[in-house]
Nanobody, 117 residues
């Protein structure tokens, strides 16, 4: 199983980024797919997840109203659309997959998101 995250970068506060996670070796519809992030000096935290029925779960503290998670079954990818970004959103974002809502069976390498003020 491989999860490849992409789409990170440098953006000004208030801007948007779309992260994408390409999965190989598994069928997304059979897994919870999610995003986590880890800021410097902080623990990794859950951001959002989507299950095989396209039901979504968000960390309300992170910003349910600013982030959207979606999956593309044809491309076997999961995306995280991030709007109205804030400097505190700066972190390495990780894509993950799991058979349960803990979404922690498989991890991809992270992609850096930096939001400048």
């Amino acid at each position: 199983v491989q999860l490849q995250a992409s789409g990170g970068g440098l953006v000004q506060a208030g801007g948007s980024l779309r992260l994408s996670c390409a999965a190989s070796g598994l069928t997304l519809s059979s897994y919870f797919m999610g995003w986590f992030r880890q800021a410097p000096g902080k623990e990794r935290e859950f951001v959002a997840a989507v299950n095989g029925n396209d039901e979504t779960i968000f960390n309300a503290r992170v910003g349910k109203d600013r982030f959207t998670i979606s999956r593309d079954r044809a491309k076997n990818t999961v995306s995280l659309q991030m709007n109205s970004l804030k400097p505190e959103d700066t972190a390495v974002y990780y894509c993950a997959a799991g058979k349960t809502v803990s979404v922690s069976d498989y991890w991809g390498k992270g992609t850096q998101v930096t939001v400048s003020s």
